[in-house]
């Protein structure tokens, strides 16, 4: 039940009448008459319980291995580290989630033409971190396909300037160019190139058999000289 209690009263203040009149609306449980709440306390209990939802909506919890990008109303707000922090409930909302771990790229091969015209297969991996997440954010749509093809075009252009036997020769060198043009390539997305790794050169399956046929002339050559 619902019960309606109006109250009257009436007083002077330098000489005039004040009226007062108040009404309270209580909900009435049938249990020995007893009123358990009043309408007043019931939206101050709904009151209460958003306000918690609220709060725990604007406490967000980051992990170490990762860093958060917060728009408000479509706009970068700020970027939340490692840890506890705060942001304003409803108009607060977290954009991109991005791991700041060093990560890798997975093997790929690349078929290079090489200086003197010898097609070659190169393996490669990649390995990169994101340093500043509002770059990686709002600079490239997607990094890692960004930095895959990249690496592709790096890989051709470098090899393409060194002839065959360079190319077998040089391998520490040619890691060090090929980070060196990807990492300048990739800072304005705030992202570090930190190593290059060639895995393998493979030439052409006839040049191989070729090349060991020349050794093993070679080789024969300076048994006869023996």
Excluded: C
């Excluded at 306000?51 to 909506?57: C, E, K, Q, Y």
């Amino acid at each position: 039940k619902i019960l309606i209690e109006a109250n009257y009263s009436q007083s002077r203040y330098k000489n005039y009448r004040v009226f007062e009149f108040t009404l309270v609306i209580s909900y009435v449980h049938h249990k020995n008459g007893e009123i358990i709440m009043s309408i007043t306390e019931i939206v101050f209990s709904i009151a209460s319980i958003l306000a918690i939802v609220l709060v725990f909506m604007g406490v967000k919890i980051v992990p170490q291995s990762e860093n958060h990008v917060i728009e408000r109303f479509g706009k970068y707000i700020k970027t939340l580290k490692a840890g506890l922090n705060f942001i304003i409930p409803i108009f607060d909302k977290v954009a991109r989630k991005l791991s700041i771990l060093e990560r890798q790229l997975p093997k790929k091969s690349h078929d290079v033409i090489t200086k003197d015209n010898v097609r070659i297969e190169v393996d490669t991996i990649v390995f990169y971190q994101i340093l500043e997440p509002f770059k990686a954010a709002y600079e490239i749509n997607n990094p890692v396909r960004a930095i895959d093809e990249l690496s592709k075009t790096t890989v051709r252009n470098v090899f393409g300037e060194m002839d065959l036997d360079t190319s077998l020769a040089s391998r520490e060198d040619s890691n060090t160019k090929l980070r060196q043009v990807l990492d300048e390539a990739t800072d304005k997305w705030g992202i570090k190139v930190l190593r290059v790794e060639i895995q393998d050169i493979k030439p052409p399956a006839d040049l191989v058999e070729t090349m060991k046929k020349q050794m093993t002339a070679e080789r024969e050559r300076r048994e006869q000289v023996i």
